[in-house]
C-alpha cells in the first residue's frame, strides 16, 4: 500500500502539535482529577472502564487539534471522529490506562499521534508523527518518520535508540490481558508457556507507555493481543524510530488481534511461541 507522506518539515511541525496536546491533556488529567473519580461509565465489558476525565482530555485535545490543525480529521477512543481534508488524522487515547488512573497507579498517559491512509482500516493507515506523554514521571517520547525518537524528561532532550539483549532468555518481556474474560484465558496459557523462556514478563497497563518503554531501555520485548490503534498508534512510530520492529503475527504491520515489538528475530521468536494456539485465539478482539 502507498502512502502519501508529508514533507519533513510539516512532519517536524506534526510531531511539535502531538506534543503539545499531549503535555495539555497529561496535565489535566492530574491537575484536574477529582477527589473522588468515580466510574462514568463501561465499555467492551464491566471491567472496560471509562472516567469523565478520559471524556474531558478528548475533548481538550480535539479542541487544540482543531485550533492548530483545522483542516485534519481526529479520531478518539471516547468517542471523536471528525473527518478532514489533508490525509492526516490524529488519532488519540486521552488516557492510555484508565484502570491505573482509577486506582492512583503512576504508569497511565496520553498518547497523540498524526497518521496518514485511512484511519478506520486495520493496515490500511501510517503513523508519521506521535507523542506519548505520562504526566507522573513527566516523559515525554515522540518521533516523526525517518526523524528519529526522543524523550524529553528533567529539563533535557535525548535521542531515543532501541538496544536489545542476546537472547529471549535475558529478555524482559511487557504484556497486557483483554478486558475480555473468555481472552485472558489464552493469554494465561500463552504467558504459561513464555514464563520458563524468559528473563520475566510485566503487565504494566498501558500499552502506549508500555511499548515505549523498550526505547527507554526499560524493557526488552512487547506483544499483546486486544490493542487498538489509539492505543498503538504514536508508540509503534516511537518505537520503530528508536531502531525496533512493530508487526502483528503474520502482518508486517501490528493489528487488534496481535501487535509484537521489540527486535525482529526476538518477535519472531513470540510468533513462534503462539503458533500452535493461534487458531484458539477466541475471535472476539
Ligand atoms: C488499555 C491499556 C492496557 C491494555 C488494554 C488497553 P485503556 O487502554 O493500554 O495496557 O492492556 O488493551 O485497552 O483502556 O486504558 O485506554
Ligand atoms: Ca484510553
Request: include cysteine.
Amino acid at each position: 500500500m502507498n502512502f502519501e507522506i508529508p514533507d519533513p518539515s510539516t512532519l517536524k511541525d506534526l510531531e511539535a502539535v502531538a506534543h503539545r496536546v499531549a503535555i495539555a491533556c497529561g496535565r489535566l488529567i492530574v491537575d484536574e482529577r477529582p477527589a473522588h473519580l468515580e466510574v462514568a461509565a463501561t465499555k467492551s465489558s464491566a471491567t472496560d472502564v471509562v472516567t469523565i476525565m478520559d471524556h474531558r482530555s478528548e475533548q481538550l485535545a480535539m479542541g487544540l487539534l482543531q485550533e492548530l490543525r483545522p483542516d485534519d480529521g481526529v479520531l478518539g477512543e471516547e468517542g471523536v471522529d471528525i473527518s478532514g481534508s489533508t490525509g492526516v488524522t490524529w488519532i488519540i487515547d486521552p488516557i492510555d490506562g484508565t484502570v491505573n488512573y482509577l486506582y492512583g497507579i503512576p504508569w497511565f498517559g496520553v498518547s497523540v499521534a498524526a497518521v496518514v491512509g485511512d484511519a478506520g482500516v486495520e493496515g490500511g493507515w501510517r503513523p508519521v508523527a506521535g507523542a506519548v506523554y505520562n504526566p507522573i514521571t513527566d516523559e515525554l517520547c515522540s518521533a516523526y518518520l525517518s526523524g528519529g525518537a526522543r524523550l524529553r524528561g528533567a529539563g533535557k532532550v535525548r535521542d531515543l535508540r532501541f538496544d536489545a539483549p542476546p537472547d529471549l532468555a535475558s529478555s524482559l518481556v511487557v504484556t497486557g490481558f483483554s478486558y475480555s474474560s473468555g481472552k485472558r484465558a489464552w493469554q494465561g496459557q500463552i504467558a504459561s508457556e513464555l514464563l520458563p523462556q524468559i528473563r520475566d514478563l510485566r503487565r504494566m497497563g498501558s500499552a502506549s507507555i508500555d511499548i515505549c518503554s523498550l526505547a527507554l531501555g526499560r524493557a526488552d520485548l512487547y506483544y499483546e493481543s486486544g490493542i487498538n490503534s489509539w492505543d498503538m498508534a504514536a508508540a509503534w512510530l516511537i518505537i520503530t524510530e528508536a531502531g525496533a520492529t512493530m508487526r502483528g503475527f503474520d502482518t508486517p504491520y501490528p493489528t487488534k488481534r496481535m501487535a509484537i515489538a521489540g527486535r525482529a528475530d526476538l518477535a519472531e521468536r513470540i510468533v513462534e511461541i503462539i503458533a500452535p494456539r493461534w487458531d484458539e485465539l477466541p475471535r472476539d478482539s
